[in-house]
């Protein structure tokens, strides 16, 4: 494994490559304030290595080792995240790229094929909602607070390492299947390796979700895309409706559904050979 920092404008962005060069180009995009160690284990990437691609991972800003903002507010916009996309592309020096997006990132994967579609093979979105709309995207999210991913907000942490490493571990343990939950071990290294990285900041999540207000797609938004879409979706999804993977599957023009059983909003490691196998029969 190899790292680097790709660069757009004043803005680092940090990256890491698994594989040998010269395979098929793939771009894994991270999750809503998440680092790519944390949404792309060491394991799931270096299996796709082994099918004989060329695999990248990175931080999305305000994440992980890249470049970190400040305040509550708007601090960027979605359009400076792609940009961030096309950095790594280009410190890669790949022209083009197969992208592969978790959440957030199937969302920014989207983005990328209506605003660069010169530079798109492929793109598969991992529990993700179509960018369709701002009330399209809320309807296919839940929203229920109790049980839910939202109880975090009603719980207190303290700012020791421990607290902090059992923060994110708590999200990790809500995004899973209540049938195939992720490993123990691993969900433990990730949160303590997330921390080791950077300090939870609990602004960058507003952050990240305000750079998505008042985004301009192009006419046709996302039923302009014609790059080949696999959409990639659990049956056990906590977060997202089960509407939502068809949903994007039938507005782009040339999508395909997939469902996995027992996966959540991420995937076990049991899982691994399964969506493996789905990616690299989609990607060129």
């Not at 909003?265 to 050979?273: D, E, I, Y």
Request: proline share 7%.
């Amino acid at each position: 494994m190899n790292s680097g920092i790709a660069r757009n404008g004043d803005v680092e962005i940090a990256y890491e490559d698994f594989g040998t060069p010269g395979g098929k180009p793939l771009l894994l995009i991270s999750g809503l304030d998440e680092q790519m160690v944390s949404s792309w284990p060491d394991g799931f990437c270096r299996a796709l290595a082994d099918a004989g691609l060329h695999v990248v991972r990175y931080d999305n800003r305000d994440s992980g080792l890249s470049t970190h903002f400040t305040g509550r507010k708007q601090a960027y916009a979605e359009a400076d995240m792609v940009e961030d996309m096309m950095a790594v592309l280009d410190a890669l020096g790949w022209d083009t790229a197969n992208l592969v997006g978790l959440s957030m990132g199937g969302g920014l994967a989207q983005y990328a094929a209506m605003w660069h579609p010169e530079r798109i093979r492929t793109l598969a979105a991992i529990s993700s909602i179509p960018q369709d709309g701002d009330l399209a995207r809320l309807m296919l999210r839940y929203m229920r607070l109790f049980p839910g991913p939202f109880k975090l907000a009603f719980r207190r942490y303290g700012q020791s390492p421990e607290e902090q490493q059992r923060m994110l571990r708590d999200v990790l343990h809500l995004t899973e299947a209540k049938s195939l939950p992720l490993e123990q071990d691993w969900v433990r290294e990730a949160a303590a390796e997330s921390f080791r990285r950077h300090r939870p900041d609990r602004h960058a999540r507003t952050r990240q979700i305000a750079a998505g207000r008042g985004v301009r797609r192009p006419p046709g938004g996302i039923s302009r895309i014609t790059a080949p879409v696999l959409v990639l979706s659990g049956d056990e999804d906590p977060l997202v409706k089960p509407t939502a993977g068809p949903k994007l599957a039938e507005i782009v023009a040339n999508g395909r559904f997939v469902s996995i059983p027992r996966m959540g909003h991420k995937f076990a490691a049991p899982l691994w050979p399964r969506l493996v196998a789905e990616i690299v029969r989609h990607v060129v």
